[in-house]
């Protein structure tokens, strides 16, 4: 039997499935792909296959089994409705059997990174603000964390390789990007294929400062949580450059079904973002993580001001975007 190429984890009602017991599946059972659980692409005996969300990338379409070019049906994993809590509980003890945490300090990579164990990684400028607060919570949670300081020649030198590796090259979309560019180096260059991370959790739960303005807020929760595929793309081809992946508790799909049986006006409110989700974090972790309201990724590590800089060195006062077009112009000829 040949060995069936395997790009990230598999489970059944929440057991994880061994490489033999998959290619054997894939061998004399592949209709059992329909109910994969977990993030992966897969492909053997004819056949490919893609998890749920598409977290995992891989030439076969999200979600999708496909046997000898003919698509067989859609993966829909079999798993029970839990509470909220037990869903969460439960997606992080499926992926914490390996990798390492990016913990940043906020709540949604607080909450995984207590529950799950690892060893943590936090990147930033030397004066961010996610470097301090990363290590508040990993000294008060007893988490072994390695800091990575990050310098403007470091972000200059990576720029070029982010920009050629994402789908989508704007200035939010880079300085994300960048800043995972960083996680996933340490990731690879400390043996970690697997990244765990809190994406996910503000689409699902209301996160974004504009969800306390808006007046049709469930609506912009469903197309922002519809837009987490693009961003998973964008993810993985960073993640990708140092030989690994990003893992996503939270957009395991019991989590999913769980986060979206709750009502849009439970989860904004009051002035507060993702109440749902700090609920459980309180009875995990402490109030002052649980409740912090923390700056985005790009923010925090101080990333987005470096890149503001760079455009400005090189000329471009006004547009960010231009200094982009410009490196992809020079470098990829796009």
């Not at 859609?74 to 913990?103: M, N």
């Not at 030198?157 to 789908?167: D, K, M, Q, R, T």
């Amino acid at each position: 039997m040949s060995t069936p190429k395997i790009s990230g984890w598999i489970e059944v009602d929440g057991q994880r499935l061994s490489a033999r017991e998959i290619g054997e599946i894939l061998k004399d059972r592949p209709e059992e792909i329909l109910r994969f659980g977990g993030e992966f692409f897969l492909a053997g005996s004819g056949c490919r296959a893609r998890d749920h969300f598409g977290i995992m990338p891989g030439n076969c379409p999200k979600g999708t089994l496909i046997c000898d070019d003919k698509i067989k049906g859609q993966i829909i994993p079999t798993v029970p409705d839990l509470s909220l809590e037990e869903a969460i509980i439960t997606a992080v003890r499926l992926r914490s059997d390996e990798g390492v945490t990016a913990l940043s300090g906020g709540v949604d990579s607080t909450l995984v990174a207590h529950l799950a164990r690892r060893e943590c990684v936090t990147v930033g400028l030397s004066d961010s603000h996610d470097l301090r607060q990363a290590r508040n919570a990993a000294d008060t949670l007893n988490l072994s964390c390695t800091y990575v300081t990050i310098t403007p020649k470091e972000i200059a030198s990576a720029l070029p390789v982010v920009i050629g590796a994402i789908p989508k090259k704007d200035p939010v979309n880079v300085s994300i990007a960048l800043t995972l560019y960083f996680v996933a180096r340490f990731a690879g260059e400390h043996g970690y294929s697997r990244i765990l991370t809190g994406q996910g959790a503000d689409e699902l739960f209301g996160g974004y400062s504009r969800y306390l303005e808006t007046p049709t807020l469930a609506a912009d929760l469903e197309r922002d949580f519809l837009g987490l595929e693009e961003q998973a793309d964008r993810d993985q081809a960073v993640a990708a450059l140092h030989g690994a992946y990003l893992s996503m508790p939270y957009l395991d799909v019991r989590v999913v079904r769980a986060a979206r049986a709750i009502p849009a006006h439970e989860k904004v409110q009051g002035g507060h973002r993702k109440i749902p989700l700090r609920k459980v974090a309180e009875r995990h972790i402490p109030p002052e993580f649980a409740l912090y309201e923390k700056k985005a990724m790009q923010y925090g590590s101080g990333v987005f001001k470096v890149l503001q800089k760079l455009a400005r060195k090189n000329g471009y006062k006004i547009s960010i975007q231009d200094y982009i077009d410009q490196i992809n112009k020079v470098e990829h000829g796009h």
